[in-house]
């Protein structure tokens, strides 16, 4: 990725999030940006000082926001984080286009065994607040889940997830 293409997706993702910079999911999703551009550099000695940048403005979103995106995570184009507070995205995670994560949502594994059994979101998938994607789950294009669901497996495409476990309640 070359430094222009990283900030032509930067300038996307500061439109999807309402053109305001101040936003902390805006300021987590461009951290995440320029931590990938930062592995395309070449040679490492010109990468350790943006690896040094790169990891304290991780651990600022992180531990100020509240918002862990980690830069191994696929994220696709114009992907909203929508509020801060509580978000974990296990760095093996695959976000597709215009995706909506909102707070206390966590994408993750579900056992230390199997570390690459992450979550794959679709295209324009709406996940809702306090909602829990564990294990290697697909939830499709258009997909939305409720509130506080936790999602153990594959959702369609255009489905409406909820519940503890989650079951499809709907189309959308």
């Known amino acids: 990725m070359k430094f222009r293409e990283m900030l032509a997706l930067i300038r996307e993702d500061h439109a999807a999030h309402a053109r305001d910079w101040t936003r902390p999911g805006f300021r987590a999703v461009a951290v995440h940006r320029f931590g990938n551009w930062r592995m395309t550099v070449r040679p490492k000695l010109l990468r350790a000082p943006l690896s040094i940048f790169y990891r304290i403005a991780y651990r600022r979103c992180r531990n100020v926001y509240g918002i862990e995106l980690p830069y191994t995570v696929a994220l696709g184009r114009r992907v909203v984080i929508e509020h801060q507070g509580g978000i974990v995205i296990h760095g093996a995670c695959k976000i597709g286009d215009d995706c909506i994560i909102r707070q206390n949502c966590t994408l993750g594994i579900r056992s230390l ?16 607040t306090g909602a829990v994607l564990l294990g290697a789950i697909t939830v499709g294009e258009g997909a939305q889940i409720g509130a506080n669901a936790v999602v153990l497996q ?14 499809i309640v709907g189309r959308s």
């Open 113 to 128: 065994d199997r570390l690459q059994d992450a979550p794959v979101l679709g295209q324009r998938v709406n996940v809702g």
């Open 154 to 167: 594959d959702v369609p495409a255009g489905a409406l997830a909820a519940g503890v476990p989650a079951r």
